[in-house]
């Protein structure tokens, strides 16, 4: 890992936590953590896999780890009672 890449602190909704770098994808991220992540069409369409992080809807599949000033996010899992 290049010295000058920021690992981001992630708190995930069953308490844990995981430490990823900046810029990697959710689903991989989520998956490392034990921490299953809804997908439908993989392609940001459909919004099965969106996700909550630091407050803000994200659709996990075409997005990305995004280190902020505290370097610290919290993520929390979208329920659909539809899906």
Same mark, same amino acid.
């Given at each position: 890992?290049?010295?000058?890449? /920021?690992?981001? !602190? %992630?708190?995930? $909704?069953? @308490? ?14 989520? /998956?490392?953590? !034990? %921490?299953?992540? $809804?997908? @439908? ?43």
């Amino acid at each position: 890992m290049n010295m000058k890449e /920021k690992l981001v !602190k %992630i708190y995930w $909704p069953n @308490g844990n936590s995981t430490y990823a770098p900046n810029g990697k994808d959710w689903i991989s991220t989520a /998956k490392e953590a !034990k %921490i299953n992540i $809804p997908t @439908g069409c993989l392609r940001g369409s459909c919004g099965s896999c969106e996700i909550e992080v630091n407050g803000e809807v994200i659709r996990a599949c075409i997005s990305y780890v995004q280190a902020n000033e505290n370097n610290k996010v919290e993520v929390s899992l979208l329920l659909d009672e539809n899906w």
